[in-house]
Nanobody, 126 residues
Framework: QVQLVESGGGLVQAGGSLRLSCAASGRTFSSYAMGWFRQAPGKEREFVAA????????YYADSVKGRFTISRDNAKNTVYLQMNSLKPEDTAVYYC???????????????????WGQGTQVTVSS
């Protein structure tokens, strides 16, 4: 069982930066791949980024590539999402997710993830 708690969301102007954190409980955090998803009002939840258990492999949605960076600290049971050059279209609730069945073909699909956090709101003003 893994419990996830996100933090770091807030209101920022376009062009600004935020760093989201996701703290995980459980002794086996390092064996899970982690992902970030987001959901804007009236839209479906969409994939943002994912990272394998070692941190050596990362994956990004095209819409955030070059602006967002996912990382993890297994000693702290925490995964991060550094978001730079934020745009109004990045406004959404951001969710952290964990999976112990990572697939290089399906990592961007929400159904691959077993555990989810409660979400943190990110609002980017123009």
């Amino acid at each position: 069982q893994v419990q996830l708690v996100e933090s770091g969301g807030g209101l920022v102007q376009a062009g600004g930066s935020l760093r989201l954190s996701c703290a995980a409980s459980g002794r086996t955090f390092s064996s899970y791949a982690m992902g970030w998803f987001r959901q804007a009002p009236g839209k479906e939840r969409e994939f943002v980024a994912a990272i394998r258990w070692s941190g050596n492999n990362t994956y990004y949605a095209d819409s955030v590539k070059g602006r967002f960076t996912i990382s993890r600290d297994n000693a702290k049971n925490t995964v991060y999402l550094q978001m730079n050059s934020l745009k109004p279209e990045d406004t959404a609730v951001y969710y952290c997710a964990a999976t112990n069945t990572f697939s290089r073909s399906y990592y961007s699909h929400s159904y691959q993830y077993n555990y989810w956090g409660q979400g943190t709101q990110v609002t980017v003003s123009s």
